[in-house]
């Protein structure tokens, strides 16, 4: 089965549909969210467990893999997939991201660019909560960048042409052209000269892509997303949107931090730029909200670590909100994680999953992160079903009251 | 379906026995290997994984269990096996293990015994490798024992009645009677006078049992075993089996500290004496060759923690030996942990395993615990089919020269 997309229906008044991507190695359908198993594992985590929680696709890191096994490694088995055991649908992200948000960015007039809050609650998410890399330093220049590993702080190179042979070697049925990650904080002639050179960049990565033809580790046709930048200027975000739309793309990233309103505005601006017979896949992205504003921003896929980070951290996702099972309430509680969802973990306890907690037992990290992941993967899929059945807005109105206790988004927001 | 041995069938020349230990729970096909959920889970696995991999009980650790979450929260759930969603036969220990290992035993002629290097690789392996406790104190008098608590150095006593109580509340099918474990080093003036500590404590479980009558916790009719102790004394070994096999007991655990050669001779010693109808667990003991030399010793279940800690640390057993996934020669190995075993783990190469390792990923934890949990259950398995095939002893000759590249016992101990 080659690369296809097709959309099955449209939510009236927004940019949102429902639809299915079919790849090589299976269908996604869509909207969906998609985990994130960063260097070949869904932390704490079975295949079959990500399978059985209801998970379509995965997506891995292609700077972790690069740096750790290392990509011929990861060819030799055949590509990521096969090296993990999933027999599902793939994706790989470009590296840019973990290259810029892990290193502080300088030259070229992004001089030591300030972290900011968002920034720097992104890179605690991309670092998983496991290791604190060390400070690591990121040099661009037009053809590339050079950057430091946060293993070992030894120097390495990254070029659209090597971001493409990297992934080829990852062998994903999705990936993503090499783009300039900015600050958020970056100021408007610095966000327009990053996507200036992203969009340079994206041609690159489709003539390597071309150059390339199928996966050498798995033998089949990959699909190449470009990512759309921009910052939060919205003549920048469709500029970019335009100028990627208008090249042979696969399919499109959107790309950048975000914060809530962004989703509703900045994605929307991307949105209405882009072909509409394309997947757009938001990278990084999953809080529950951020779905439903996703997906009337016509978001079609949805990658984030913070599921399962959070989950190693004790807190899990229920209809009436977060709560951490760390909090000494909990310890005598005799129902499960959330007496109204059905998954793996309704038959423990919330007493026994603090006490696993407690006594620093993985099982804790692996049930919650079943449960918030399943949790997560089906809130997506439930706005496609709802999508599908004409009943949106009233699914969307009785999430948000219970989730958040206000279905006002200038509150939530 | 009440507590009931069958023996099926003897091995020739020795003490061995293959048979059936009927539980409330089900059956327990021996010899049989016993893994162990330290905390009402076996670290890094589900019970489902447990399950899998060929595991007919689980034994828990009254100790660790008593300090967290604490026995009623456990006989809330209805008892340790159905906290932690395990449907099969288990076992608990009677804590005095802990209670003594974890501390540093005094007064009464214990005056600080000295740690030995025996003692401290079990005390090692009783902290799992997670976290290091404090260093505890232990008071023994007639009626029990003080001790402090590793989690946090409160003051805690166990008699042989409290022991009794906490065991009904955590429900398993087979339980210990509370004995004192010693020093293996101790002189055996004390060994003398712990075995007969032991025995009248001994009858006091006994009679606490009686006098609770059915778990609280599950409703269902409990077996007690007697811990026949005697360190290396040969007379007291035996007097100490004599004394326990003349009481009520439904089978008997042997504890203490073991080299090689003892399981040879203190264990035989002990079943010598012990009635031959009920069964004999050999508390804590793990390494490949002691099962053989076990089962020839008259011993019916094992259990040990060895298998899933040393998992956490990179080794794996293979047919030829014990490997560590962590060596560098490993980084590029395409095989599976043991190319002659089919486990869930097969699927999967060393290569993936050591890149799992060096991430600091869980499931590298998850995939070796079932490994080697797989490889010790199927081995003691593999012990009882040719036990009842009249094979054993070509079994165990071609087991012992792979895995040890030795079948000299001498040069084994």
């Known amino acids: 089965m080659e690369f296809k997309f097709e959309i099955e229906k449209r939510l009236d008044g927004t940019l949102g549909r429902a639809g299915t991507i079919h790849t090589p190695h299976g269908d996604i359908q869509t909207p969906a969210f998609i985990p994130v198993g960063t260097k070949a594992t869904v932390k704490s985590l079975t295949v079959e467990q990500v399978k059985d929680l209801g998970a379509q696709a995965v997506l891995a890191n292609t700077y972790h893999l690069y740096l750790e096994p290392g990509e011929d490694r990861v060819a030799k088995h055949g590509g990521f997939a096969k090296m993990m055991g999933w027999n599902g649908p793939t994706f790989t992200d470009s590296g840019g991201f973990q290259v810029f948000s892990l290193g502080a960015a300088y030259g070229e007039g992004v ?3 300030a972290t900011t809050e968002v920034l720097a609650a992104k890179i605690a998410e991309s670092r998983d909560g496991e290791k604190v890399p060390r400070e690591t330093k990121v040099k661009i220049d037009e053809e590339g960048v050079d950057f430091q590993s946060v293993i070992d702080g030894s120097w390495h190179r990254f070029t659209p042409e090597r971001s493409m042979q990297i992934q080829h070697s990852l062998g994903a049925d999705i990936f993503f052209a090499f783009d300039e990650c900015t600050s958020p904080l970056a100021p408007y002639e610095y ?3 990053a996507i200036d050179r992203t969009h340079r960049w994206a041609k690159r990565s489709l003539s390597e892509h071309t150059l390339l033809g199928v996966s ?3 033998g089949a046709q990959q699909a190449l997303f470009g990512v759309v930048q921009g910052g939060s200027f919205e003549d920048l975000r469709r500029e970019s949107a335009r100028t990627l739309g208008a090249m042979d793309f696969d399919g499109y990233g959107i790309g950048g931090s975000f914060t809530k309103s962004d989703i509703g505005t900045a994605v929307r601006w991307v949105s209405e730029e882009l072909p509409e017979d394309k997947p757009r896949h938001l990278l990084g992205i999953g809080e529950p909200i951020d779905f439903f504003y996703g997906v009337e921003s016509g978001v079609d896929t949805f990658d984030c670590v913070t599921p399962t980070r959070v989950a190693r951290n004790g807190a899990a996702y229920t209809v009436d909100g977060r709560i951490n099972l760390h909090n000494a309430q909990y310890v005598d509680d005799m129902l499960p994680i ?4 059905k998954n793996y973990t309704s038959s423990f306890t919330r007493s026994y999953i603090a006490h696993l907690l407690r006594s620093n037992e ?4 692996t049930l919650i992160s079943i449960h918030n992941l399943h949790f997560v993967v089906s809130l997506v899929a439930n706005i496609r079903q709802h999508v599908l059945n004409g009943t949106y807005f009233d699914y969307k109105r009785s999430f948000l009251k ?3 206790k206000s279905v006002d988004y ?4």
């Not at 959330?338 to 969802?341: C, G, K, L």
């Not at 993985?362 to 990290?365: D, H, I, K, T």
């Open 362 to 365: 993985m099982l804790a990290a």
């Open 402 to 404: 219970r989730y958040y």
């Open 216 to 218: 050498h580790a798995t």
């Open 410 to 413: 200038r509150i939530l927001s």
């Open 191 to 193: 966000q327009k000269k």
């Open 111 to 113: 001089s030591k660019v």
């Open 338 to 341: 959330d007496p109204e969802i």
